[in-house]
């Protein structure tokens, strides 16, 4: 088989612009609407990056379409390219999606209306913080789901992403609900003046007391959903 080097060699060569081997290989001669480099070779035109590829991996398996590593239309760098439906490209797409800071890691890409992120990887809508927990951390076990430690949906930092069951995810919560009262999670105001602390979840109520301040209430509720709930308690 030919060589990607011996290929440069040819008129193909004289058509690329190389800065590096890692680099994108710049094609400088016809392309097509969307910028693909077109060639022809031995009477037929075809694309050019196709080709290089092609010349340093055998021919393109049947039903199998590429895609650039680099969404550099324009580059024919044979070691930018992969198959649509290979892992590498999955997350070359994925990646190219997010941006990264101190904190969380923010998809950009299309969402859900409730804020969660989704992707289509081969052919099927996913949810981009469990695509980013499986690639990272491994399986998600039946029956558990991924929880955002940082509260954040549009986060996909794997380090912020933990497993847990349904109602581990319920209770690990960022803080009242809108409709508190009081502003403290599981604290209401009684009519006579004292403030009533109580863990809810599903259909299972557990009476924490009742207190003469919202402090008090605050704190005993605090302690109370640490030592039943550790890991997951959430905030206040
Ligand atoms: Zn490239
Ligand atoms: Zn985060």
Avoid at 15 to 37: E, F, R
Avoid at 49 to 62: D, F, H, I, T
Wanted: hydrophobic share 30%; aromatic share 8%; with cysteine.
């Amino acid at each position: 088989m030919t060589s990607v080097d011996e290929i440069l060699a040819t008129e193909f060569g004289s058509k690329v612009t190389i800065l590096g081997p890692n680099d994108c290989w710049t094609w400088n001669a016809a392309t097509d609407s969307s910028g693909c480099g077109r060639v022809r070779i031995k009477g037929r035109n075809r694309a050019a990056s196709k080709y290089a590829y092609e010349v340093a991996n055998g021919p393109l398996p049947k039903g199998e379409r590429l895609g650039h590593l680099c969404f550099n239309s324009g580059c024919v760098n044979p070691g930018h390219m992969a198959l649509r439906s290979s892992q590498e490209m999955h997350e070359a797409r994925f990646w190219s999606q997010v941006s990264k800071s101190e904190g969380c890691w923010e998809w950009g890409g299309s969402s859900w209306g409730d804020g969660y992120g989704q992707m289509r990887v081969n052919g099927k809508a996913t949810l981009v913080h469990r695509l980013s927990f499986e690639w990272n951390s491994g399986p998600i076990p039946p029956g558990m789901v991924v929880d955002h430690m940082c509260w954040n949906r549009s986060c996909v930092r794997p380090d912020h992403l933990r497993l847990a069951t349904p109602s581990q995810n319920q209770r690990s919560q960022s803080g009242p609900n809108r409709r508190s009262s009081t502003g403290v999670r599981g604290v209401t105001m009684r009519p006579n003046g004292r403030y009533e602390a109580r863990l809810v979840l599903g259909n299972k109520k557990i009476q924490v007391g009742n207190f003469e301040s919202l402090e008090d209430a605050a704190d005993a509720i605090r302690l109370a959903r640490e030592e039943l709930w550790g890991e997951f308690a959430g905030n206040g």
